[in-house]
């Protein structure tokens, strides 16, 4: 099994930024992850029933009328999954603090995104994932997504 990496994004043009960095993100990295998006609440609920090893990257934007609700509503549907949520630049601390309460792995803002940190951020949820033993500590063993 491959990580799956699950973008939510409201924006196309952000959407389009982010499909760009995880594709450079993903060629720095020795294994393979497989990118994906949805397009709505009910595509998002039946990827991630489909599929444990996932990180969702969470536009603030994308659903922020519930932001706070949904997140332990996708833990139902994927207990494993993990959650970054990439908040608008000027976000209250407070924000963040729900979101952890919520149950997100992190938050960061929108406009401190690259390759190296998604990069980053993809070894770190991997390796944890390894631990678990959702993900198998040898990449050559996990090519089927």
Not at 70 to 86: D, K, T, Y
Not at 114 to 139: I, K, Q
Request: net charge negative; glycine share 2%.
């Amino acid at each position: 099994m491959v990580l799956r990496v699950l973008l939510a994004i409201a924006s196309p043009v952000f959407g389009q930024t982010m499909r760009r960095i995880a594709e450079a993100a993903t060629e720095l990295l020795p294994w393979p992850v497989v990118v994906d998006e949805v397009k709505d609440l009910p595509q998002l609920e039946e990827k991630l029933s489909t599929h444990p090893a996932t990180l969702l990257l969470l536009d603030w934007e994308w659903e922020r009328e519930i932001a706070f609700s949904l997140i332990p509503r996708l833990f139902e549907l994927n207990p494993a999954l993990r959650i970054v949520v990439l908040l608008p630049p000027a976000a209250p601390k407070a924000y963040r603090a729900a979101l952890w309460e919520a149950g997100a792995c992190a938050s960061t803002p929108r406009d401190r995104l690259d390759e190296e940190w998604m990069a980053t951020v993809l070894c770190l949820v991997r390796r944890a994932m390894e631990r678990e033993g959702l993900l198998s500590a040898n990449p050559a063993q996990g090519s089927n997504p």
